[in-house]
């Protein structure tokens, strides 16, 4: 059973924990999408022809480009609301695996887990340690990734 999907409160550094879990909400790909995603920055055939998909690739129809899946998920993390407003900027995104191809028709939502939280050198910020676990509605994992972030600190209420 999939988790509730969570929209919360912005959160800064200091209000995070370690092994906290957040729930996305979930996003359906279209084979138009798919298409119209994969003309303007991943022309493959097998991203921009469905017959051409279906005859000769491995994969027995037309898939999302990884860069489309991934995009889709930091737009489904952003809309979680965790760093609405406390996030300063992304600083890597390690770990990156694409376990399944995603189909039109496929919905996928993200579950995120605070993995590490390093504070900074500079007293207003800190890392924030992210672990994704992307998965489609067979509640099959399609795509892992390690992003981190340098999110805001609890300003001083003075």
Not at 3 to 25: C, I, K, M, N, T
Not at 31 to 54: C, L, N
Not at 135 to 151: F, I, M, Y
Request: hydrophobic share 40%; glycine share 10%.
């Amino acid at each position: 059973m999939a988790p509730p999907v969570q929209s919360v409160a912005a959160r800064y550094f200091d209000d995070l924990a370690v092994g906290e879990r957040f729930a996305s909400a979930g996003f359906t790909f279209t084979e138009a999408g798919i298409i119209d995603f994969a003309w303007q920055f991943d022309p493959q055939p097998f991203h921009t022809d469905a017959d051409y998909a279906r005859e000769h690739s491995i994969y027995g129809g037309l898939i999302a480009s990884g860069y489309h899946t991934l995009s889709v998920c930091f737009r489904l993390v952003h809309g979680i609301g965790l760093f609405a407003g406390t996030n300063i900027t992304g600083r890597k995104l390690d770990g990156v695996r694409f376990l399944k191809p995603v189909y039109a028709g496929d919905t996928l939502r993200v579950l995120v887990t605070v993995q590490t939280l390093t504070p900074s050198s500079r007293s207003d910020r800190g890392y924030v340690g992210l672990s994704w676990d992307v998965r489609n509605q067979k509640d099959e994992g399609v795509l892992t990734a390690e992003p981190e972030h340098v999110v805001m600190r609890r300003p001083d209420p003075a």
